[in-house]
């Protein structure tokens, strides 16, 4: 599976971002998908997750839930992290991750720059 993240930049607290992640390699509606972040001196950390096929689970960190929000677009093989209210605390690299499995991530993309400046 190869995955490739983008969307991230530099924006204002209080702004919004769309981060993309889009996949390729794999029946996309097959996989479980994820966001995670890891900001610098930290480690990876859990963002928020949809399941597989229609993706009716949504789960999310409680430091995002109400601000963040996470789709796929199985036409496109896309999922999405909608991210409003923007934080200096969310900076961080965000990457996407898909599973095969449940939620056991088996593939990782390469990370996209969130910088949020207060």
């Known amino acids: 599976v190869q995955l490739q993240a983008s969307g991230g930049g530099l924006v204002q607290a209080g702004g919004s971002l769309r981060l993309s992640c889009v996949a390729s390699?794999?029946?996309?509606?097959?996989?479980?998908m994820g966001w995670y972040r890891q900001a610098p001196g930290k480690e990876r950390e859990f963002v928020a997750r949809?399941?597989?096929?229609?993706?009716?689970?949504?789960d999310y960190a409680d430091s995002v839930k109400g601000r963040f929000s996470i789709s796929r677009d199985n036409s496109q093989n896309t999922v999405y992290l909608q991210m409003n209210s923007l934080k200096p605390e969310d900076t961080a690299v965000y990457y996407c991750a898909a599973a095969k499995s449940g939620f056991r991530w088996d593939s990782w993309g390469q990370g996209t720059l969130v910088t949020v400046s207060s």
């Open positions: 949809v399941s597989d096929g229609g993706g009716r689970r949504k």
């Open positions: 390699g794999t029946i996309f509606t097959a996989n479980s």
